[in-house]
């Protein structure tokens, strides 16, 4: 196996043992960049020369630490190459959120989680692709190039943190950070057969992120397995006094929950969520699932969930609201895209926008800018606000009854580049298990749980408010049950065909 292919926790003990070295680990990760980039289409932005120098850089931190015989101040990621989805804001790197609009924005600073590994001395590797300003689910809509999947260079990893996901997947990167507003990191891991976490609100500092919609988003891991997503929440979690919504909830080290016992442990099956929709590879996986958490000891409890069918119509008028509001500052004339040979501001706005905003961007404004306003804005908006205070009322009720929740990741495995162009409703729909979670706060996590055609699926755990560690510890008994931990996307073969 070659270094890219393993995971974080194998790299830190070969880093501590003096068996490799970063600059060998990162070495590894550029060279499977280069061989298989071209295909898959990860990256917005590969930060090579950058990334060597902080390989070297981490080499000497390991080097004193173990001519000291001290180890307390090396992390598990330290020297290990990561990717950061491109609406995170990198000191002196470009981020663009895959829009024209941003193309040449360069950051002053970092955003917190950013600034967090670096100081614990992971190695950037780059910026990866993602729907544009991270509004969709297949990462299709970004204005620069698709991102394909390396399980199926005709299929989408998903969206909008597809790039983050066919990274990891690919051996592109050890682990990536995505954003999740609402399924974002989730439905890319389940298509790509990653784990992908979505912290409780406030868990992880969104300072320095783009912000899509403010009240949903949160930062959270892409990684092979789930001992690596405990090692990257851990990382990037915690207060921040530069984001007023972070919590003070102290950080547990998650690692260190992961072998405890889930006998006892409750997990809800919510009835709305298994319905006649749902594909039946999917259904029948689920129910596998379900089995293996009974036999490592759960007990299992039907739970309801009355107003899950509102969710999605919530969803989309809250974030698109959120989103009119947030993208208004994106004008032209502070930073961005200007129109060129404009006569006036108000002409140098107009145009900036509509030609540097794409299709979906322009759609989600033009919805949240209609709920709004002074006609729209209690049938709509308030409406929804309310339908969300009922969401979470739904989900305090549920887990009154339980420990955590499965259901599926996503209603079918990963769909075919341009399947549904002219569809946008049935692209909402893949949401349909995740954007609950986003409404009422609590954290989630898809595991790999299984394949269909050769294609991962994802089951998702969802936990309690700011009880990560438990929901860890029984995604890690489902991974071991399910016992595909350490499998590899395929290497994707030159001609567009699945690689063997």
Same mark, same amino acid.
């Given at each position: 196996?070659?270094?890219?292919?393993?995971? !974080?926790?194998?790299?830190?003990?070969?880093? &501590?043992?003096?068996?490799?070295?970063?600059?060998?680990?990162?070495?590894?990760?550029?060279?499977?960049?280069?061989?298989?980039?071209?295909?898959?289409?990860?990256?917005?932005?590969?930060?090579?020369?950058? #990334?060597?120098?902080?390989?070297? #850089?981490?080499?000497?931190?390991?080097?004193?630490?173990?001519?000291?015989?001290?180890?307390? %101040?090396?992390?598990?990621?330290?020297?290990?190459?990561?990717?950061? &989805?491109?609406?995170?804001?990198? &000191?002196?790197?470009?981020?663009?959120?895959? /829009?024209?609009?941003?193309?040449?924005?360069? =950051?002053?600073?970092?955003?917190?989680?950013? %600034?967090?590994?670096?100081?614990?001395?992971?190695?950037?590797?780059?910026?990866?692709?993602?729907?544009?300003?991270?509004?969709?689910?297949?990462?299709?809509?970004?204005?620069?190039?698709?991102?394909?999947?390396?399980?199926?260079?005709?299929?989408?990893?998903?969206?909008?943190?597809?790039?983050?996901?066919?990274?990891?997947?690919?051996?592109?990167?050890?682990?990536?950070? *995505?954003?999740?507003?609402? %399924?974002s990191i989730r439905q890319p891991a389940s298509f790509c057969g990653l784990v992908g976490m979505k912290p409780t609100y406030g868990r992880v500092s969104r300072y320095g992120v783009v912000?899509?919609?403010?009240?949903?988003?949160?930062?959270?891991?892409? $990684?092979?397995?789930?001992?690596?997503? #405990? !090692?990257?929440?851990?990382?990037? /979690? *915690?207060?921040?006094?530069?984001?007023?919504?972070?919590?003070?909830? =102290?950080?547990?080290?998650?690692?260190?929950?992961?072998?405890? /016992?889930?006998?006892?442990? $409750?997990?809800?099956?919510?009835?709305?969520?298994?319905? /006649?929709?749902?594909?039946? *590879?999917?259904?029948?996986?689920?129910? %596998?699932?379900?089995?293996?958490?009974?036999?490592?000891?759960l007990e299992v409890a039907e739970v309801s969930l009355p107003h899950f069918e509102h969710a999605i119509a919530v969803y989309y008028l809250i974030s698109s609201a959120e989103a009119s509001s947030n993208l208004a500052r994106i004008d032209g004339v502070r930073y961005g895209y200007r129109a060129p040979d404009a006569s006036g501001v108000q002409e140098l706005i107009r145009r900036s926008r509509s030609e540097a905003f794409g299709p979906e961007v322009k759609r989600r404004i033009m919805l949240g800018t209609h709920a709004l306003s002074s006609k729209h804005y209690e049938e709509h908006y308030v409406k929804a606000l309310k339908a969300r205070t009922l969401l979470i009322e739904d989900m305090n009720q549920a887990f009154n009854k339980c420990d955590c929740m499965i259901c599926p990741t996503c209603p079918t495995v990963a769909f075919k580049i341009g399947e549904k162009p002219d569809d946008p409703v049935a692209v909402y729909l893949m949401d349909i298990y995740t954007t609950i979670v986003n409404l009422t706060g609590v954290p989630a996590v898809s595991v790999p749980c299984g394949a269909l055609g050769g294609l991962p699926v994802g089951a998702q755990l969802i936990g309690k408010a700011f009880d990560e560690g438990t929901l860890l510890r029984i995604a890690y008994s489902l991974e071991k049950a399910c016992a595909i931990s350490d499998r590899r996307a395929p290497v994707a073969a030159a001609d567009g065909r699945r690689g063997k």
């Open positions: 196996m070659k270094l890219c292919d393993m995971t !974080i926790h194998e790299l830190a003990m070969l880093l &501590k043992a003096g068996e490799a070295t970063s600059m060998e680990i990162t070495k590894s990760v550029l060279d499977r960049i280069d061989e298989v980039e071209e295909l898959i289409g990860a990256y917005v932005t590969v930060t090579r020369d950058e #990334a060597l120098e902080q390989a070297n #850089a981490a080499d000497e931190r390991i080097a004193i630490a173990r001519k000291r015989g001290d180890f307390s %101040g090396i992390s598990p990621l330290t020297g290990i190459p990561l990717a950061l &989805k491109d609406n995170v804001c990198t &000191k002196g790197t470009r981020t663009t959120c895959s /829009s024209r609009m941003l193309a040449d924005f360069v =950051p002053p600073y970092d955003a917190t989680v950013v %600034g967090r590994l670096r100081d614990l001395g992971a190695v950037i590797v780059g910026k990866t692709n993602m729907d544009e300003f991270a509004m969709g689910s297949s990462t299709e809509n970004s204005a620069f190039h698709v991102t394909r999947n390396p399980w199926d260079l005709e299929r989408v990893p998903g969206g909008s943190s597809g790039g983050s996901a066919a990274a990891v997947a690919a051996g592109e990167a050890i682990g990536a950070l *995505g954003t999740d507003t609402g %399924g912000a899509f919609s403010s009240s949903l988003d949160q930062v959270g891991p892409m $990684t092979k397995d789930v001992r690596d997503c #405990a !090692i990257m929440l851990a990382a990037i /979690s *915690g207060r921040d006094m530069r984001d007023a919504t972070s919590s003070p909830e =102290p950080v547990p080290d998650y690692s260190s929950l992961l072998e405890g /016992s889930v006998e006892g442990l $409750t997990v809800g099956v919510p009835a709305e969520f298994l319905h /006649s929709g749902l594909d039946s *590879g999917i259904r029948e996986l689920m129910d %596998g699932a379900i089995r293996m958490l009974q036999e490592a000891g």
